[in-house]
């Protein structure tokens, strides 16, 4: 795990709530998209998942809004600075390039600054290892969605590649429901093509440098809104991510430096109006992890990231880079203490001084202590920070007197227990989350309407997990997450539930059974509580609406033959619940996915 401290470490040895998606889980998920995988960690809704693939689909992690979820790839940071909020979009990426997925849960602003109010979600591509070896996948299934991927992956000497590109199309059906059941609305059609590359070097027995590319294509059709079809409106979303890096291997710790770019192109076109969304970041960072003994490890940074955007549409003034940019400097320390194995502590602050409103401080205080040998309990205070998007700050709504950051505070504790000799897993973990000068779009003093910063948020909530693997054969694990939030407008009242399409509660289990080498099955389910949502009607009118709650249930087969072939199907939604993402929007029902996979080494 190296998230949680912007170092390797078991994850035994973290006092936070944490989740790993591993390799071995990714290819027991080859029919899915990222955002449908995302969607079964625990207190993790990823909304729209289940619907149609072009969809935006938003994170809400903890409760928290999506600009609140730090998305990275492979540690760096890959907002989107031509959106409203500047979050992005998982959907962007091909789930064929994936290695494995890391989840940090409560407010990490100390290591990554901002936008890591409710936690981080980072994305870690493959990498070439071992002897060199190409891949290949086909698959098909419902909607006439049709896949093909080929990868390259290993060492040539002492370079190592990995290069991996992927083709999905599909003809898909309405995002829009029609009100009227006897309404036929356009498909809407989606394609993606993926490539990701990473190659690194070893100079000599310490220093390596590396390098890497993602690049992801995705073309969609729209619709005019919920329960409005438009038979003529179409995007293109094009995000490309580069770096280039040193790493160089200490006696007693490491050093890391890496330079980034990562642009997003937004393109729409409804009837023939064009708009366009452009958006950039370059990203330079230095990290420095030191073993200073055998009770304090100590891990330090400086970050330097650059924001512009350029955006036309019908609507509004158009912004352009020159005046639509903002940069943030930080500096950053954590220290690790570890006295003999059973107490551990993270102690650490971030120094973050931003172009538009100046300085501000995050901290985190993080303890931990191992009891019998099997139980870790944990607390954690910290802090967490969002600075407003480019639009927010620079487009016909922004505030003349400017926008201050949201700023959170944070208390969890938790606890985690293996028994049995591992068999049985527990973590449990309760939090709360403030967060104050949320921004908003309203009313100002002075009667103009536009973003401000107002009222204060507070979320609370508990995830409990429980795995279960009685043998090498079967695994069984289960969860239950509770989140509740409301807006506070007023000092000292109680204030008022306002979590737009996020479940208070949600469940979930997934049984895993390996028949044999060769063959293996999995169940995974989810319940997902009512929501509330609001959607605007032809005429412009506010409608309040509750989604119902829904119970779905999806399977996995996956046959390996001895030689190195894999055939799978994947079905999902198997009893076809009807249910909804977004109110006047579709869901996929019964739908199903099959392939095959080589493997040639």
Not at 52 to 64: F, Q
């Amino acid at each position: 795990m190296v998230t949680a401290s912007r170092s390797p470490k078991k994850i035994s040895d973290i006092g936070k709530m944490v989740r790993v998606i591993s390799r071995e889980e990714i290819e027991r998920s080859q029919g899915r998209t990222l955002p449908e995988l995302l969607n079964t960690v625990p207190g993790l809704n990823v909304t729209g998942s289940g619907s149609a693939l072009g969809e935006v689909k938003s994170v809400y992690l903890r409760g928290a809004s999506s600009a609140n979820t730090l998305i990275l790839i492979d540690g760096i940071p890959v907002n989107d600075a031509s959106g409203i909020s500047g979050e992005y979009n998982l959907a962007a990426i091909a789930i064929d390039q994936i290695e494995r997925i890391e989840v940090l849960k409560g407010a990490s602003s100390t290591l990554y600054g901002s936008d890591a109010v409710a936690g981080v979600i980072n994305v870690i591509t493959k990498k070439g290892e071992g002897k060199l070896k190409t891949n290949a996948l086909l698959s098909g299934g419902s909607y006439n969605t049709y896949k093909q991927a080929v990868g390259l992956n290993g060492n040539i000497n002492k370079t190592a590649v990995a290069l991996n590109f992927s083709n999905l199309d599909s003809k898909g059906f309405s995002s829009a429901q029609p009100l009227n059941a006897a309404s036929l609305f356009e498909k809407d059609k989606f394609s993606q093509q993926g490539l990701s590359l990473n190659l690194s070097q070893y100079l000599n027995n310490t220093v390596k440098i590396l390098g890497g590319l993602q690049l992801n294509n995705n073309k969609s059709g729209l619709d005019g809104g919920a329960f409005q079809d438009n038979t003529n409106y179409n995007y293109n979303k094009v995000a490309l991510l580069g770096n280039i890096g040193l790493n160089v291997a200490l006696r007693k710790g490491n050093l890391s430096l890496i330079a980034s770019q990562n642009n997003v192109s937004n393109k729409f076109n409804n009837n023939g109006a064009n708009s366009y969304y452009k958006g950039s970041i370059t990203n330079v960072e230095g990290i420095f992890s030191y073993k200073v003994n055998n009770f304090l490890d100590l891990t330090s940074g400086a970050n330097y990231k650059y924001s512009a955007t350029d955006q036309f549409s019908g609507f509004g003034a158009p912004l352009t880079a020159g005046n639509a940019n903002n940069n943030i400097a930080s500096l950053f320390t954590s220290l690790f203490f570890n006295v003999k194995d059973v107490f551990r502590m993270e102690l650490g602050g971030r120094y973050n001084n931003h172009s538009a409103f100046g300085d501000n401080f995050t901290y985190t205080f993080n303890p931990s202590v191992l009891l019998f040998n099997s139980i870790k309990v944990y607390g954690n205070i910290s802090s967490a920070f969002r600075v407003p998007s480019l639009y927010q700050l620079t487009s016909e709504y922004a505030d003349p007197n400017g926008l201050n950051p949201e700023t959170s505070f944070n208390y969890e504790a938790g606890f985690s227990t293996d028994l049995f000799q591992n068999k049985l897993n527990i973590n449990t973990s309760v939090f709360f989350r403030e967060i104050d000068d949320v921004i908003d779009f309203g009313s100002r003093a002075d009667g103009s309407f536009g973003y401000l910063n107002q009222n204060q948020q507070n979320d609370e909530g508990i995830e409990t997990e429980i795995g279960f693997k009685p043998s090498d054969k079967l695994s069984i694990s289960a969860f239950y997450a509770y989140v509740y939030g409301r807006v506070i407008k007023s000092p000292g009242t109680p204030g008022a539930f306002n979590l737009s399409r996020r479940p208070v509660n949600s469940s979930g289990a997934n049984v895993s059974y390996n028949l044999n080498k060769n063959l293996s099955f999995s169940l995974l389910y989810k319940w997902t509580d009512s929501r509330r949502d609001i959607y605007y009607d032809t005429d412009f009118n506010e409608q309040n609406v509750v989604l119902t709650s829904y119970h779905k249930f999806d399977a996995y087969v996956q046959y390996k033959t001895k030689k190195n072939v894999t055939l799978f199907a994947d079905v999902k939604n198997l009893f076809d619940a009807r249910y909804n993402d977004f109110a006047g929007y579709n869901t996929m029902g019964t739908n199903f996915n099959a392939g095959i996979s080589f493997l040639f080494q």
